[in-house]
């Protein structure tokens, strides 16, 4: 409950447009990752540290619940972008098929 106390504090009206910009900053970058090596697991677990290391440097602060929640964002755009290419998989099987 302390952690929960303590992210309180640590949120303020400025800190919380500083961490949704770090968040989005995060997600392009872990993207871009994703994209060059197509690994998924890479990429997710780059999400982590590529936060803590951009919050520390720039905020001089981080916080462990912030690091799940950019890696919660990772594994959603992850899961998007598979599903996209299901999607366009699954398009391209059924109008083969139809062609036959």
Request: with cysteine.
């Amino acid at each position: 409950m302390t952690i929960i106390d303590e992210l309180q504090y640590y949120m303020d009206s400025a800190s919380i447009g500083i961490v949704l910009e770090l968040l989005l900053v995060t997600t392009c970058l872990s993207t871009i990752i994703y994209v060059v090596t197509k690994n998924q697991y890479i990429s997710y677990l780059s999400s982590a540290p590529i936060f803590y290391f951009m919050s520390f440097f720039l905020y001089h602060n981080s916080h462990f619940i912030l690091l799940i929640v950019a890696m919660t964002i990772q594994a959603s755009v992850i899961l998007f972008i598979q599903k996209k290419n299901l999607f366009k998989v699954l398009i391209e099987k059924d109008h083969t098929l139809k062609s036959n």
